[in-house]
């Protein structure tokens, strides 16, 4: 909601000046940090070991639960895709003349979905499992490629809206699996490393999808984008049902099970 507001509001601020909104959000990052001062935990479980070693223990937990190493892999492959799509509204908006004036706007309405997707949704599938509710997620942003890449469009804002509906559920969801997969001791620990996982598959891949997209048109990198996320979602479902424990008899193992039940 923050954010939605500040999307209309910049706009205004930098007709005004072009720094004015990096001031104003300096004010409101120290204004954060001053309040995070005032934050505090309870039932804390401290380690009788120093961070290094909690660290290195953390890790190894975590690649030794085969459901936490699916959340791993799944934040490394989905945190590329799901950041690179912010990236690809402005080469987008213009590719479809529409004019930077409505950006604020345009911005303002996305933040309204997420905002609500996180408030209504998150609810609403409450008791579905969440690595169905995360693979929907994957097979939902790479439809939110796809279609634009094929219906170039200003009204296929509609389509990119989606991506809010994504973004809404994405941590809510995720961090819900983890917590409920996790002891407390490494949990914290966890949920960072799972975190590092999506920020450095943005790392590793960005640079690449930068020189494409210099290289070509949005609508080429939609399509591109969308067809090897929707081929890396079949293979995280392949990944899941391989790591998760063998409840059927292997001549039961056919192709539906594998790529499309998430019992």
Known sequence: MAQAIGSIVSGFLYI?????????????LILSGVMSLFFYDTGIIKTSHNYITH?????????????????IIFAFVFGFFFRSS??????????????????????????????LSAKFLVAKYYDERPRRILIALCWL??????????????????ILALQQIVRGLKDPTLRFYINHNVD???????????????????????????????????????LRMGLILAAS???????????????????????????????
């Open 86 to 115: 912010y990236w690809f509204y402005q080469p987008y908006f213009s590719a479809v003349n529409i004019d930077v004036k409505w950006f604020g706007i345009i911005y303002f309405g996305f933040n309204i979905v997420a905002a």
């Open 141 to 158: 942003l790479a439809v939110s490629f796809l279609i634009p890449a094929i219906i170039k469009s200003p009204f296929i804002l509609v």
């Open 233 to 263: 979602t079949i293979l995280l479902i392949f990944l899941r049902n391989v790591l998760k424990p063998k409840k059927l008899q292997i001549n039961r193992w056919n192709l539906w099970n594998i790529f499309f039940t998430m019992e």
């Open 184 to 222: 407390d001791g490494y949990r914290a620990t966890v949920i960072s490393l799972v975190s590092l996982a999506g920020s450095l598959g943005f790392a590793i891949f960005a640079p690449f999808v930068g020189k494409g997209l210099d290289a070509n048109s949005p609508f080429t990198i939609y």
């Open 55 to 71: 660290i290195l223990k953390s890790s190894g937990y975590a690649f030794k639960h085969p459901r936490i190493l699916w959340a």
């Open 16 to 28: 005004q000046g072009k720094t004015i909104p990096f001031i104003i959000s300096i004010g409101f």
